[in-house]
């Protein structure tokens, strides 16, 4: 997301960064032998990066949109074109997928608008539909203006969404069958009704309130603590590990106060934020073209060896900066070269 075009959010534009490449690496496999590394670094560190992004869009929509009345409807349309064109980009493999599942003919293209809608043409584009259903929500909120009723609703709703992380601890209850069977049709639980929508009303309430003492006062305790019963939730989740890892309650506040410090700090000053900006949207968007590429073909290359772990993250994030940097200094000729009249 474009925080301003002379931005004051550095730190914000790094950290997401850092995100990107967190989600280059949680779709890698397995990264370590020893069981509570492999899950601290996949289950919890990287799962702290999708919700960022979430609350940091809430704030900044929030932000900007307060400014200027037509800004959310413009944004919501640049996010639609730029979904249906990565969902065309990576149409390839969402065929291939259903032709490795022996998906029906006569049923691809119901296979293919479900996708679309809800978790996307590969599997990092659920981030799409997600984040579209959880501002349609959101917006249906702000006509109440009970917080504590808002926030009930959402976190009830994310709630059930966190069965998904608990299934272990639910089965053979009557609440454990309910989640069995909605997953059976939907899949997963991480969607824009239970996973996005109480990340984005965060950065709502957060750019709405930032001037209150709860997000003034005390911030470095509070994100202290916040991270204390992150451990706490993350040991017990992995004493008996559920069908996925994404829901997190302490993540809700450690997020909310984790971007109200941030907002609070000083700014470092960085001339190169425009190219963070641009590195960690393509991060995103191009590791799984070459991530699906090196796992397909190294086993013909290596004697049926797959590659996988932290290797797989090595070359993927290689090979994606290379391509991201490269798209950059095109997009920035281009623009030399309009500037210039089109000349060299």
């Known amino acids: 997301m474009n925080h301003s075009k002379s931005s004051h959010y550095t730190t914000i534009t790094i950290i997401q960064y850092i995100a990107s490449v967190l989600i280059i690496l949680v779709h890698c496999g397995r990264l370590f032998q020893h069981e509570g590394l492999h899950f601290f670094v996949k289950s919890m560190l990287c799962r702290a990066a999708v919700p960022f992004f979430l609350i940091t869009t ?19 349309r640049r996010l639609l074109k730029q979904y249906l064109f990565w969902s ?3 149409l390839p493999y969402a065929l291939l997928f259903l032709y490795q599942q022996k998906t029906p003919l006569v049923f691809v293209p119901i296979a293919l608008v479900g996708a679309l809608l809800y978790i996307g043409t590969c599997y990092h584009l659920w981030y799409f539909p997600s984040l579209l259903t959880g501002i349609w929500i959101i917006n249906l909120l ?10 009930g609703a959402l976190l009830l709703l994310y709630s059930f969404g966190a069965l998904e992380t608990y299934s272990a601890y639910m089965e053979n209850t009557l609440i454990g069958n309910l989640y ?35 997000f003034q006062k005390h911030l470095p305790v509070k994100l202290s603590l916040s991270t204390l019963l992150f451990c706490l939730e993350g040991w017990f989740v992995f004493q008996h590990q559920g069908d996925d890892k ?4 302490s993540l809700i506040p450690f997020s909310l106060f984790f971007l109200a410090l941030i907002l609070q700090s000083k700014q470092p000053i ?7 900006r641009f590195l960690t949207h393509k991060n995103f968007l191009l590791h799984p073209a070459f991530l699906e590429a090196i796992k397909g073909l190294s086993p013909k290359f290596f004697d049926g060896y797959e590659i ?30 309009l500037a210039g009249g089109g000349t060299a």
């Open 58 to 76: 809430g704030y900044f929509l929030y932000k900007k949109s307060s400014q200027l009345p037509n800004y959310q409807e413009g944004y919501i």
């Open 88 to 90: 065309l980009i990576y």
């Open 142 to 151: 702000s006509k109440h203006k009970k917080i504590l009723l808002s926030f």
């Open 180 to 214: 069995f069977s909605y997953r059976q049709v939907f899949f997963t639980t991480r969607n824009g009704l239970f996973y996005s929508p109480i990340f984005i009303w965060s950065g709502f309430i957060l750019a709405q309130n930032s001037h209150r003492s709860i």
């Open 246 to 249: 994404n829901f997190f309650f």
């Open 270 to 276: 960085c001339s190169q934020e425009k190219l963070i």
């Open 308 to 337: 996988t772990g932290l290797v797989l993250f090595a070359i993927t994030y290689a090979m994606t900066s290379f391509a991201a940097l490269t798209l950059w200094k095109l997009s920035r000729r281009n623009t030399r070269q």
